[in-house]
Structures are given as structure tokens and as C-alpha cells.
């Protein structure tokens, strides 16, 4: 059964077909999926959801699918984590980390988005499937695209971390390295899809690629047993996982699975690329384009494709954005490490950071139950550690060596 209505402008309002299409023909707006909801509140319950496998399809009616899923099929429901030292350790009542550092195939929440893409793509008639991307976009395509058997494209910024190129062209995807940065990387691509018969999964797949991001959203109500939380920290980049998070809680009020949503969205980037935090404290809506210069690559998006559509959310929410510099997303990488024994990439550190910043504000509360979306998993961006970590101890292979060490951590730690 079908539940797709069609695509809708989020500009001027006007309807679309469901095709690989992705921006208003009369007001150049994006194109969003709109659903039969009173459908949907029929087919789809918190039983059902709950005997199906744990995967992100298990919310499938709410997904721009037509048929069943043909990629990602391992991809969704990690873990959300209750944690007790880095709660303990920042004074907060009830924090839980939403862990996509783990659990999916290449180790980020784009293993959602990606999912929904390339099953699209399929659905279509594509056999080439392509992006534009910071990282881990281009590893979970470079690697579902290889299983579902697309060819592939992937364009990245030449100057992109070593180990995330390395995590890409393991699938012998056609890797491209761009001269510029991601928003250079993103032009180019648009002027590519114009050209030829390709799923671009962030440009003309970009409505129902979008969509994946939903299942955080749902997993984290699920996984508290059917409550949203009073507060969620998401990164931004575009600003698209937040808008989505924010949507998902809205679609599982509007078919009866959520009473009431009471939620505070708050958005994460770095200082080196925060164009939607900078307009959300200026108090416009109008995002404007910087040059990045952060350690945080993977949300070192200049200019953001949904920033404007993150803001809305922020404030209908009544929650917040803040930036955070990259001294402090080192120092957070760090604290959900020692703490949690969780290690997050560059945007795991801005999102805790953020929280820490907002606790100090007194933006969240203390005792508000918290969630905060850790993205990708920390050996993606193991490069900006080097010369941050604790000391290693390199001794002799006897045991006078290993005391003289011993006697030396224990002065350092007062015992």
C-alpha cells in the first residue's frame, strides 16, 4: 500500500508528483514528501512497530517508499544510551546519548539517509547513484551503492581527512577529489545531475533522501517507551537531521503515537561554520554564507541547504542554537570518551560541547531528560587527536621499568 501522496514546495505550497525532482519549478523552493496520514494512523501502531526487526524499516509507512526496502537493511536502531558518569560528572538528572557511532555499517547516522536514497533510486530505474559530501555520506554510499549494485560517484573536498577518504574508496566507488571546499563540491554536482541520468542522493533524491533522517527521531521516542524527551541537541551541517528529528515527533503526535510534543530542539555547529547559529543570535532568518574553517568538517557546510527550515524548528520548539569553538570539541571528544567510553567524531564534540555551553547559560535545564545525537564514530576523525591525548608510557621489558612508570602515575594522581 501506498502512503506517498506526492512532493509539496515548502516555499509557495504547490504539489508535485512523487519523481526524482527536488526544487519548485515557479519559486525555485525545496521539495518536501507529504503522506496520507489518516492512512498511515490506520496501518501503523506502537504493536506493530515493535514485532518488526530492528532496523530503521520498521517505520517504513512513514518513509517515501513505495514497495519494500532494498538497501540498508542492517542500518538503524542503535543505541540510546542512559548515561551514568558523564551525567554524574556534568550535575545533569537524566542525559542519554543517541549513539550512531555504532551499530550501523559505516558507523553514521548517513547509513539512514542513505538507505532511503538508494531504495528510491531503485524504484526509479537508476543504475548510477553519486553525492556531494564531507565524509560520511560518501562512505555509506560508496558501500550501500557497492551491495545494492549501483555504480557510483562520489565528489568529496580535496582537502578532506585521510582516513575518511581511505573509508570511501575501500569500495572502489569512482572517487573524486575537488579543488574546493564542500559548498564548491556542491555546485559542481547540481550542474553534473543536470547533465546526466544519475541519483544524485543529495540533490535530485534529496526529498526522499531526506527523509531517512526521521528514524532517529522515532528510535529515540521508541527507546524512551513512547515519550519524547524535554530536550535535543542535534548537529547541524545543513541544518536537515535537525528539521527531520523535529518532523519525525510531530508525525508520531499527528497519527496518535505521541499525545502531546513538548520537546526543545536545540541545534550544534562549530564557531569555524556556524551560519545558522549566527542567525538564529542575530535574530534573522536570514542565513549567510561563511568560509569554513573548523576541525568539524563533516558540518563545515557554508551554506546550508536547510538552514532556514532549522531555524523554524529551533524556535517553534522553543529551544536554541550555539557554537562551540574547536578547543572545546576536542575537550568534549574527550569527556564522552573517559566518561561513557563512547568516541564520537568531530560533530559528536560539538554536540556535547554544545549542551555543556547551554547547561552554563542556563538555556536546559539540569533536570530536564536530555537526549544528544552522537553522529559518527570518532575513528573517522582520529587525525585531530594527535598531540590531545594522554601520555604514553614506553618502557623496557622488565618489571624496574614498568614501576618506575607505576611510581610516576601514581605521584601524578596523588596516591
Known amino acids: 500500500m501506498k502512503y506517498v501522496k506526492g512532493l509539496k514546495c515548502r516555499e509557495c505550497g504547490r504539489e508535485y508528483p512523487v519523481e526524482p525532482i527536488y526544487v519548485c519549478e515557479f519559486c525555485f523552493g525545496p521539495l518536501e514528501v507529504i503522506y496520507d496520514y489518516a492512512k498511515i494512523k490506520k496501518a501503523l501502531s506502537r504493536r506493530i512497530i515493535e514485532k518488526r526487526p530492528k532496523n530503521l524499516w520498521r517505520y517504513k509507512e512513514l518513509l517515501p517508499i513505495d514497495g519494500e526496502p532494498s538497501a540498508g537493511l542492517n542500518s538503524g536502531f542503535t543505541p540510546l544510551v542512559k548515561t551514568e558518569r558523564l551525567a554524574k560528572y556534568l550535575g545533569v538528572k537524566e542525559l542519554y546519548i543517541k549513539d550512531d557511532t555504532v551499530a550501523h555499517p559505516t558507523l553514521s547516522?548517513?547509513?539512514?539517509?542513505?538507505?532511503?536514497?538508494?531504495?528510491?533510486?531503485?524504484?526509479?530505474?537508476?543504475?548510477?547513484?553519486?553525492?556531494?559530501?564531507?565524509?560520511?555520506?560518501?562512505?555509506?554510499?560508496?558501500?550501500?551503492?557497492?551491495?545494492?549494485?549501483?555504480?557510483?560517484?562520489?565528489?568529496?573536498?580535496?582537502?578532506?581527512?585521510?582516513?575518511?577518504?581511505?573509508?570511501?574508496?575501500?569500495?572502489?566507488?569512482?572517487?573524486?577529489?575537488?579543488?574546493?571546499?564542500?559548498?564548491?563540491?556542491?555546485?559542481?554536482?547540481?550542474?553534473?545531475a543536470n547533465k546526466y541520468r544519475w541519483a544524485f542522493v543529495n540533490i535530485n533524491i534529496r526529498?526522499?533522501?531526506?527523509?531517512?533522517?526521521?528514524?532517529?527521531?522515532?528510535?529515540?521516542?521508541?527507546?524512551?517507551?513512547?515519550?519524547?524527551?524535554?530536550?535535543?541537541?542535534?548537529?547541524?551541517?545543513?541544518?536537515?537531521?535537525?528539521?527531520?528529528?523535529?518532523?519525525?515527533?510531530?508525525?508520531?503526535?499527528?497519527?496518535?503515537?505521541?499525545?502531546?510534543?513538548?520537546?526543545?530542539?536545540?541545534?550544534?555547529?562549530?564557531?569555524?561554520?556556524?551560519?545558522?547559529?549566527?542567525?538564529?543570535?542575530?535574530?534573522?532568518?536570514?542565513?549567510?554564507?561563511?568560509?569554513?574553517?573548523?576541525?568539524?568538517?563533516?558540518?563545515?557546510?557554508?551554506?546550508?541547504?536547510?538552514?532556514?527550515?532549522?531555524?523554524?524548528?529551533?524556535?517553534?520548539?522553543?529551544?536554541?542554537?550555539?557554537?562551540v569553538s574547536d578547543e572545546e570539541i576536542i575537550d568534549a571528544i574527550k569527556i564522552?570518551?573517559?566518561?561513557?567510553?563512547?568516541?564520537?567524531?568531530?560533530?559528536?564534540?560539538?554536540?556535547?560541547?554544545?549542551?555543556?555551553?547551554?547547561?552554563?547559560?542556563?538555556?536546559?535545564?539540569?533536570?530536564?531528560?536530555?537526549?544528544?545525537c552522537i553522529t559518527g564514530n570518532g575513528l573517522k576523525t582520529a587525525e585531530v587527536l594527535n598531540g590531545q591525548t594522554a601520555e604514553v608510557y614506553q618502557i623496557k621489558p622488565n618489571l624496574s621499568s614498568f614501576e618506575e612508570i607505576l611510581k610516576r602515575i601514581r605521584q601524578k594522581e596523588g596516591k
Open 109 to 192: 547516522f548517513k547509513d539512514r539517509v542513505v538507505a532511503v536514497a538508494l531504495t528510491k533510486a531503485k524504484e526509479f530505474g537508476f543504475d548510477t547513484v553519486a553525492c556531494a559530501s564531507t565524509g560520511n555520506l560518501a562512505h555509506a554510499v560508496s558501500a550501500h551503492g557497492a551491495k545494492a549494485g549501483f555504480n557510483r560517484f562520489i565528489f568529496i573536498p580535496a582537502t578532506l581527512e585521510q582516513s575518511k577518504i581511505l573509508a570511501s574508496i575501500v569500495y572502489e566507488p569512482n572517487l573524486v577529489a575537488v579543488d574546493g571546499n564542500y559548498d564548491d563540491v556542491n555546485r559542481l554536482c547540481s550542474e553534473i
Open 207 to 323: 526529498p526522499f533522501y531526506a527523509e531517512g533522517s526521521k528514524t532517529m527521531g522515532f528510535e529515540i521516542v521508541e527507546q524512551l517507551g513512547w515519550e519524547a524527551p524535554d530536550s535535543i541537541v542535534v548537529p547541524c551541517a545543513s541544518g536537515s537531521l535537525l528539521t527531520k528529528v523535529w518532523k519525525a515527533l510531530k508525525e508520531f503526535q499527528q497519527i496518535g503515537i505521541l499525545k502531546e510534543v513538548e520537546t526543545k530542539i536545540y541545534g550544534s555547529q562549530a564557531t569555524g561554520c556556524s551560519p545558522i547559529s549566527t542567525a538564529f543570535k542575530n535574530g534573522t532568518d536570514v542565513i549567510r554564507p561563511i568560509k569554513p574553517n573548523t576541525i568539524a568538517k563533516s558540518l563545515a557546510i557554508g551554506n546550508p541547504a536547510d538552514g532556514f527550515y532549522a531555524l523554524q524548528a529551533v524556535k517553534e520548539s522553543g529551544g536554541a542554537m550555539e557554537d
Open 336 to 372: 564522552l570518551a573517559r566518561t561513557e567510553g563512547i568516541f564520537a567524531e568531530t560533530a559528536g564534540g560539538v554536540t556535547l560541547a554544545t549542551y555543556i555551553k547551554l547547561l552554563k547559560d542556563g538555556k536546559i535545564d539540569k533536570r530536564d531528560s536530555t537526549v544528544l
